[in-house]
T-cell receptor, first 116, second 117 residues
Framework: AQSVTQLGSHVSVSEGALVLLRCNYS??????LFWYVQYPNQGLQLLLK??????LVKGINGFEAEFKKSETSFHLTKPSAHMSDAAEYFC??????????????FGTGTQLKVEL | GAVVSQHPSRVICKSGTSVKIECRSL??????MFWYRQFPKQSLMLMAT?????????EQGVEKDKFLINHASLTLSTLTVTSAHPEDSSFYIC?????????????FGQGTRLTVV
């Protein structure tokens, strides 16, 4: 079974500052890892994903994340926060199973607040 | 990216009535769809996996007679909350994946805010 831990349910940064949202996972096999963003009363939008290959993945809106197997981490970063980045962010993990479902296990989420 | 449409976006119903939520994949055929429930300020919890042409697979603790899932076509899955009660009030989100693909990305609907009064 897999699990995801997001440290910090709330993160507050100043506009223009670095954004760092932490995610650690537990999995019996090398997993697929995802970051999703959710705006109020909306569904989830994929920011980026890691499946195989390069461990540093770049996503939309200037976000990126690095898969570190030794640390079982997949932290999300953005060099400079923008007011529009204020949202809920979810880290998720799934197992690389072919032909079957896409069971995502989500972390508890991190609410990002961006202040002027 | 693929588009998944969920309808309605908001619904208010009286206690004891049933509510149907639709999840459609608009530009691809989805053999598998997923239904999640999200309580305020909490994460998404998988309720069930909906497979086209077969019975849904429910997660532990989810009442299958309470939350009826029908996946009658490759582009539509429905979740019916039967005999709804105030504690069923929540945000319900569906997702879908393309068939015959390695387990990568799921595409999410916009969600449905259900309020039972």
């Amino acid at each position: 079974a897999q699990s995801v831990t997001q440290l910090g349910s709330h993160v507050s940064v100043s506009e223009g500052a670095l954004v760092l949202l932490r995610c650690n996972y537990s999995s019996s096999v090398p997993p697929y890892l995802f970051w999703y963003v959710q705006y109020p009363n909306q569904g989830l939008q994929l920011l980026l994903k890691y499946t195989t290959g390069a461990t540093l993945v770049k996503g939309i809106n200037g976000f990126e994340a690095e898969f570190k197997k030794s640390e079982t981490s997949f932290h999300l970063t953005k060099p400079s926060a923008h007011m529009s980045d204020a949202a809920e962010y979810f880290c998720a993990v799934s197992l690389p199973i072919t032909g079957g479902g896409n069971k995502l296990t989500f972390g508890t989420g991190t609410q990002l607040k961006v202040e002027l | 990216g693929a588009v998944v449409s969920q309808h309605p976006s908001r619904v208010i119903c009286k206690s004891g009535t049933s509510v149907k939520i639709e999840c459609r994949s608009l530009d691809f055929q989805a053999t598998t769809m997923f239904w999640y429930r999200q309580f305020p300020k909490q994460s998404l919890m998988l309720m069930a996996t909906s497979n086209e042409g077969s019975k849904a697979t429910y997660e532990q603790g989810v009442e299958k007679d309470k939350f009826l899932i029908n996946h009658a076509s490759l582009t539509l899955s429905t979740l019916t909350v039967t005999s709804a009660h105030p504690e069923d009030s929540s945000f319900y989100i569906c997702s879908a994946k393309r068939p015959r693909t390695v387990n990568t990305e799921a595409f999410f609907g916009q969600g449905t805010r259900l309020t039972v009064v």
